[in-house]
């Protein structure tokens, strides 16, 4: 992977996913976020590592999508995942959604935090926390 090449995960677009109007429920694309983030996480040492052994884990603070073209039942997208950190105590999980042919179906934007599960509050410096537990921020940031 490199800042050309992001995490992907393929997913094919299920009929049950269907709405009344022909095309996918605008639920569904927060889904197909989830699963690739899920999958990035799992890629980059899992979500089972060290945080969650010291009682942290990530929880999603806010989503922005905004929808480019639809999908319909039996589309296949590719979803990409990309982590990037700043200062503070949140962190930013980004994913396209594109068709096979290359067609943007939609772009998700997420504001992300290490809880502290015990306490229920932000824990500071997500990117060190997760680099201490042993998780591949290269492989998060889609710089490997």
């Given at each position: 992977m490199s800042e050309r090449d992001p995490f992907r995960v393929r997913v094919k677009v299920r009929h049950y996913e269907?709405?009344?109007?022909?095309?996918?429920?605008?639920?569904?694309?927060?889904?197909?976020?989830?699963?690739?983030?899920?999958?990035?996480?799992?890629?980059?040492?899992?979500?089972?590592?060290?945080?969650?052994?010291?009682g942290i884990a990530p929880v999603l603070l806010e989503s922005h999508i905004v929808y480019r073209r639809e999908l319909r039942a039996g589309d296949e997208v590719d979803v990409s995942c990309r982590a990037t950190f700043g200062d503070g105590k949140v962190f930013w999980m980004s994913n396209g959604i594109v068709k096979v042919d290359g067609t943007v179906a939609a772009e998700i934007k997420c504001t992300l935090g290490l809880m502290d599960l015990n306490r229920r509050k932000l824990v500071p410096a997500p990117r060190d926390r997760i680099a201490e537990a042993g998780l591949d921020l290269d492989v998060l940031c889609g710089t490997a």
């Open positions: 269907i709405d009344s109007l022909g095309h996918v429920n605008h639920a569904v694309y927060h889904q197909y976020g989830e699963i690739a983030r899920l999958e990035l996480f799992e890629a980059a040492g899992g979500l089972d590592s060290t945080l969650r052994a010291e």
